[in-house]
């Protein structure tokens, strides 16, 4: 399963989050290491889902785009 994490820059930090794994986050002083942690916390986080035997949500997402308003 792929899931789309959103990624955010917070000006003194980054942040992280995925939209089909509600409380699924990061935060780092970089971006690099913000998609590390939140690579880390979805397999963290699926597998805890697992373990407790609750449902693991699908992805959504099917893509991504980036839209300049200017």
Do not use: K, N
Not at 40 to 45: D, K, L, P
């Amino acid at each position: 399963m792929t899931y789309t994490a959103i990624i955010e820059d917070g000006g003194a930090s980054w942040g992280a989050y995925v939209p089909d794994l509600p409380g699924c986050t990061a935060v780092a002083s970089t971006r690099g290491r913000v998609e590390e942690l939140i690579r880390e916390a979805v397999e963290e986080h699926v597998a805890l889902l697992r373990e407790r035997g609750d449902p693991v949500p699908a992805p959504s997402a099917i893509g991504t785009i980036e839209i300049d308003a200017a």
